[in-house]
């Protein structure tokens, strides 16, 4: 069935949206075309079943609770804790900055450390001792430093031993 | 008591006003809310309790009295349905393609669902079937009787883009199920 032109006023003509003089141009339409008076009569079944049914309803419980909960009181409520979630989200950050700051200035100290104690151990020509890896020696810079103090060491010592 | 003041009355904290709009309107928004989200209740309830609170908290001076207290309360609550359906990206656009053939429930349906229950299960499909912005006009229209002015006015568009999406919702419906009787 070809769709006609008329039919963008069908939805308006069936929820009694047009003035008396469109509804009258579009019932004089209906009258001769197939097309529009389907198009109508699909629109009639579709809201049929709407109308037969209903959306569904909060139980009377449900609405008391309702009430309840947008009372003014419950409202400072809200408040109140909206603010204290803000300020403890804001001691948090603070806490994981400083944590983070903690870790980091330990990282350097023993990084210094380490350097000093290896480099000690090539000046006075001894075994440099082996690092033990623990988590705060992943740190980039941490590293760095050792491999070089390592690799410093085992430069020396070959040297050494082809003397 | 005229609405306008009562909504004043509760914006201020009186109770017993926002208890009165509650029951006054509450079942409405909660049957709007459950029809746009098809959700659990916890997520109806929410919703329809931030409508309220944000009416009463700050929302007044938004509430011109150019539409009626349930027109706006319509409008405020299909704003909030938007914003979760977009926090949630769980309801997207139906792809157009799905309403080129009927589906199933159309031949189940042509055969004169006899009991409630069968046609609420057809509304539900007809819902479910439709993008947000069709099935918003829908219900609005059918289960709330607004107007085309109404509807514009609850859904922040102009009255004709209202009109538009209507035709273009029953359009798919009729396409989806051709069969309906």
Redesign the interface.
């Known amino acids: 069935m070809v769709d006609c032109e008329n039919q963008v006023r069908l939805s308006a003509y069936h929820d009694g949206e047009l003035l008396p003089a469109e509804r009258s141009i579009v019932e004089a339409h209906l009258r001769d075309c197939p097309s529009c008076a389907a198009e109508l009569a699909a629109i009639r079944r579709t809201s049929g079943a709407f109308a037969a049914t209903s959306p569904r309803e909060p139980s009377h419980e449900q609405l008391l609770q309702l009430a309840q909960s947008v009372r003014a009181e419950a409202s400072d409520a809200r408040m109140l804790l909206r603010l204290f979630r803000g300020t403890a989200v804001a001691a948090g950050v603070l806490l994981a900055c400083a944590l983070a700051a903690g870790v980091y200035l330990s990282q350097r100290t023993r990084a210094a450390a380490h350097e000093a104690m290896v480099l000690d151990h090539v000046a006075t020509g001894s075994q440099p001792p082996t690092f033990a890896t623990d988590a705060l020696s992943d740190a980039r810079q941490s590293e760095q430093q050792v491999r070089l103090a390592r690799w410093i060491a085992d430069d020396l010592r070959g040297r050494q031993e082809e003397r | 008591m005229d609405e306008e003041e009562l909504l004043e009355q509760a914006r201020r904290?009186?109770?017993a006003a926002?208890?009165e709009l509650?029951?006054r309107h509450?079942?409405r928004l909660?049957?709007?809310a459950?029809?746009l989200l098809d959700g659990a209740?916890a997520d109806?309830?929410d919703i329809?309790?931030e409508t309220?609170?944000a009416a009463?908290?700050g929302g007044l001076k938004a509430f011109k009295g150019n539409a009626s207290l349930a027109t706006w309360l319509s409008g405020v609550l299909i704003n909030r349905v938007r914003k979760l359906r977009r926090y949630r990206h769980s309801r997207p656009a139906a792809p157009l393609d799905a309403f080129e053939r009927p589906v199933s429930v159309a031949s189940g349906a042509s055969s004169c669902p006899a009991t409630?229950v069968q046609?609420?299960m057809?509304?539900a499909a007809?819902l479910d079937c439709l993008p947000p912005e069709y099935r918003e006009v829908?219900?609005l229209?059918?289960?709330h009787g607004m107007?085309?002015a109404e509807m514009g006015s609850a859904l922040g568009v102009p009255e004709r883009t209202a009109?538009t999406r209507?035709?273009r919702a029953?359009r798919m419906?009729?396409q989806r199920?051709a069969g309906?009787?």
């Open positions: 904290g009186d109770n926002r208890t509650v029951m509450g079942r909660f049957g709007l459950a029809a209740d109806v309830s329809v309790q309220f609170l009463f908290d409630e046609q609420r057809d509304v007809m829908i219900i229209r059918e289960w107007s085309y009109e209507l035709t029953r419906l009729r199920f309906y009787d």
